[in-house]
């Protein structure tokens, strides 16, 4: 998405002045409905103005934040860990980072590509508390996300934790490896909990973009006037996206705020039932799949990691044992139309590549799989004995690969009076 990464927040926490709480009344009790879509109830608690400390790890920031549940949270559903470590004043900031005390500084501090690569993707899930529609959350995700993984909490450092949020409902940051979500209802949407786990996989507010302005229209930013800036120091990944799931609705915190640029409101993440097309894209750069299968089908391929390319020279097969949806073939001779599968890696890498073809007498003994990277340098070739070995994964070795579109491309050059069998490729 189209999200922007929170990777910068803090830099961009120093735009936010104090804001106001005008007193709109919202619902208050847990399982209200209209608590259950809205993010933070505005008549729940003080809005106030603090210093924290910024991504550079020393420059002070002033912030505005609201007090939620104990917690400093801005921006509507993003917190800032427990209020009362919020400094008063810009010098309580920089002495709360001395040694000793134990004050802690900004809580959404990322600055990577992604903040679970370290656990590749793979994410444990500690619930202390487990609204109905957690895990077909999670379960949407993982299914649009191939790269992500969530598992049930089994002491894993790393990990998210589900607390109730007492009619409120934020991301709150992570403390010793706990990366805290805070869930106001039992029985909040799916597509609440997937946004602030969005928050969690380290996306930030469509409507915070820099370009936002283009496409909607600000009516009345209270109460939150300076929360609903704009933060040009993020990383934009993709186009605007008013279907996000990171996107708020016009009326979020009962009130209209935006519309789009048409007069029409905005029903962003409201409306969802899933990830967008927008979102589904920029999710899978930061979490890529550690595995991507090239089909010869390619409505069987995740068209933003895979993709497969053949002439019209080539046949279709259907003789069974093949992966996916069938495979093409093709007599060899000396000619170059190769069939080629395409994958898709965010960082040059080292991958190893498993070839899939459906085995019979007539294939070639030196079927040629040839291995490029993205800037289309030859990486090596290996011959394959197609007569042997079908239906299933065989290992044609391991290149280093770089960061783009690499490919592999089955040739039907080589020793005549044969076919080739294209059918899938893995890369692992
Ligand atoms: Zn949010």
């Known amino acids: 998405m189209r999200i922007l990464r929170a990777v910068t927040a803090l830099a961009m926490l120093a735009t936010i002045a104090a804001c ?9 009790a847990a399982g209200d409905a209209a608590v259950d879509r ?33 917690h400093a949270i801005y921006d509507g559903d993003v917190g800032l860990g427990p209020a009362d470590r919020i400094a008063a004043t810009a010098e309580e900031a920089v002495r709360g980072m001395r040694p000793g005390n134990t004050r802690p500084t900004f809580s959404l501090h990322y600055s990577g590509a992604s903040i679970w690569s370290d656990t590749k993707g793979v994410i444990a899930v500690r619930e202390v508390f487990s609204p109905t529609n957690l895990w077909s959350a999670l379960t949407q995700i993982e299914k649009q996300v191939p790269g992500i993984d969530f598992v049930p909490y089994n002491g894993q450092y790393r990990h998210i934790v589900v607390y109730y949020g007492n009619g409120s409902n934020y991301y709150n940051g ?25 928050h969690g996989l380290g996306y930030q507010h469509e409507q915070k973009r820099c370009d936002r302005d283009s496409y909607i229209k600000m009516i009345d930013a209270n ?35 935006f519309t789009d640029w048409n007069g029409y409101e905005v029903c962003g993440y409201w409306c969802r039932s899933d990830l967008s097309a927008g979102d589904a894209a920029a999710w899978r750069k930061l979490y890529p799949a550690s595995t991507i299968i090239v089909d010869s089908n390619n409505a069987n391929n995740d068209g933003t990691v895979a993709k497969y390319e053949v002439s019209a020279n080539w046949s279709i097969g259907s003789s069974s044992g093949y992966y996916g949806t069938g495979y093409n073939y093709a007599s060899t001779q000396a000619i170059s139309d190769p069939a080629t599968f395409w994958f898709y890696l965010p960082a040059a890498a080292t991958r190893t590549i498993d070839a899939w073809w459906v085995a019979g007498s007539n294939r070639s003994t030196t079927t040629p799989y040839i ?14 004995n197609q007569q042997t070995n079908g ?32 059918d899938a490729i893995r890369v692992r």
Not at 42 to 66: F, M
Not at 226 to 250: K, P, R
């Open 20 to 28: 106001n709480d005008d007193g709109v009344v919202a619902p208050s």
């Open 174 to 198: 992570c403390y010793n490896g706990a990366c805290e979500i805070y869930i106001g209802s039992a029985s909040a949407s799916k597509q609440l909990i997937m946004h602030e786990f969005g």
């Open 371 to 384: 291995a490029f990277n993205a800037s289309g340098t030859k990486l090596g070739t290996v011959y394959a």
């Open 391 to 422: 239906s299933k994964w065989n290992a044609l070795g391991s290149y280093s690969f770089s960061a783009g579109w690499n490919k592999i491309q089955l040739s039907r050059w080589t020793t005549e009076g044969y076919v080739v069998i294209a």
């Open 38 to 70: 809205g993010i933070v109830d505005p008549a729940k608690g003080p809005v106030r103005t603090g210093w924290i400390i910024g991504e550079d790890g020393r420059t002070p920031v002033k912030i505005g934040y609201q007090v939620v549940n104990g």
């Open 223 to 257: 109460p939150y006037p300076d929360q609903f800036s704009t933060a040009c120091e993020w990383v934009q990944m993709g186009g605007y996206d008013l279907t996000s799931i990171m996107h708020y609705n016009s009326r979020e915190f009962g009130r209209l705020h």
